[in-house]
T-cell receptor, first 111, second 115 residues
Framework: GEDVEQSLFLSVREGDSSVINCTYT??????LYWYKQEPGAGLQLLTY?????DMKQDQRLTVLLNKKDKHLSLRIADTQTGDSAIYFC???????????FGKGTRLSVIA | DAGVIQSPRHEVTEMGQEVTLRCKPI?????LFWYRQTMMRGLELLIY????????DSGMPEDRFSAKMPNASFSTLKIQPSEPRDSAVYFC?????????????FGPGTRLTVL
């Protein structure tokens, strides 16, 4: 079946860049997503990328997609303490099919 | 827009009791998803509905779990009888199939503790 893998923890200093990595197995993935979960809250969509793109930038966020290696990354520039959260990578084929989530990467930002 | 609404936010019950979790999706959305989140297993899809019809319930752990969507604005997830291993945070999410990116909007979750 489909699988999405992420490292579980990442710790960075405030002001540094954070890079969260994700690998997936489904070669038919059409949409790839990054969600953020703050403590005690639901998941919130941060950004997404179509599989025919290799990069997307949105303010401090940069998403890189290597479709050949099925590798997705999220770079957060100038990481702030408010960025501390769990970040989930997710993929789906198309339409209203469900998202397949990774287990999430807990980002800790040290002041 | 109030977003996806879930109730209760917290539920503590004893083993063997029936538990009902409720979800109101965003108005106009036609897909609804139930997820369970635990430390060990991460975020798991339990069941999802399109236009109030269950499409895939293969993630439902066992017969003790059931879900209904009687209309476009309400869904329930029921556990009967509940067991301590059901303790988790249960999320409901909704989306509108007409959008290209089909963003799923998540509710705040229900934290269930079964003693």
């Amino acid at each position: 079946g489909e699988d999405v893998e992420q490292s579980l923890f990442l710790s960075v200093r405030e002001g540094d860049s954070s890079v969260i990595n994700c690998t997936y197995t489904d070669s038919s993935s059409t949409y790839l997503y990054w969600y953020k979960q703050e403590p005690g809250a639901g998941l919130q969509l941060l950004t997404y990328i179509f599989s025919n793109m290799d990069m997307k930038q949105d303010q401090r966020l940069t998403v890189l997609l290597n479709k050949k290696d099925k590798h997705l990354s999220l770079r957060i520039a100038d990481t702030q303490t408010g960025d501390s959260a769990i970040y989930f990578c997710a993929e789906r084929d198309s339409g209203n099919t469900p998202l397949v989530f990774g287990k999430g990467t807990r980002l800790s930002v040290i002041a | 827009d109030a977003g996806v609404i879930q109730s209760p936010r917290h539920e503590v019950t004893e083993m063997g009791q029936e538990v009902t979790l409720r979800c109101k999706p965003i108005s106009g959305h036609n897909s609804l998803f139930w997820y369970r989140q635990t430390m060990m297993r991460g975020l798991e899809l339990l069941i999802y509905f399109n236009n109030n019809v269950p499409i895939d319930d293969s993630g439902m752990p066992e017969d003790r779990f059931s879900a209904k969507m009687p209309n476009a604005s309400f869904s329930t997830l029921k556990i009967q009888p509940s067991e301590p291993r059901d303790s988790a945070v249960y999320f409901c999410a909704s989306s509108f199939g007409g959008r290209v990116e089909n963003e799923q909007f998540f509710g705040p979750g229900t934290r269930l503790t079964v003693l």
